[in-house]
Nanobody, 124 residues
């Protein structure tokens, strides 16, 4: 399994921006499909965005968030713009071996490796 470490979370006002980063261990990062999930207090962990053969977004973040990756740096990013209080959550990076073309949101159980999470808080 690949080791994942997220960073970039913090406190931001409504309408602000943050960029999350997730660095993966190993030399075969390019082989992995990557995703971001989030979990708010008292709620289930939910899908946010994925990147593999294509990118795919949850409807709630489409047009505001952008997922990208730099295989030379073993890093996947989540650029979050126009943040809302409902975006407040712990954001997790996830990885699975193999490429995918996403027609629908992937499930949590599709991913075998997870980071420790980074807190994002959006104040109103």
């Amino acid at each position: 399994q690949v080791q994942l470490v997220e960073s970039g979370g913090g406190l931001v006002q409504t309408g602000g921006s943050l960029r999350l980063s997730c660095v993966a261990s190993g030399r075969t990062f390019w082989r992995y499909a990557m995703a971001w999930f989030r979990q708010a207090p008292g709620k289930e962990r939910e899908f946010v965005a994925a990147i593999s053969s294509n990118t795919y977004y949850a409807d709630s973040v489409k047009g505001r968030f952008t997922v990208s990756r730099d295989n030379s740096k073993n890093t996947v990013y989540l650029q979050m713009n126009s943040l809302k209080p409902e975006d407040t959550a712990v954001y997790y990076c996830a990885a699975r071996v193999g490429s995918s073309y996403y027609y629908t949101a992937p499930r949590k159980t599709d991913f075998s490796s997870w980071g420790q999470g980074t807190q994002v808080t959006v104040s109103s």
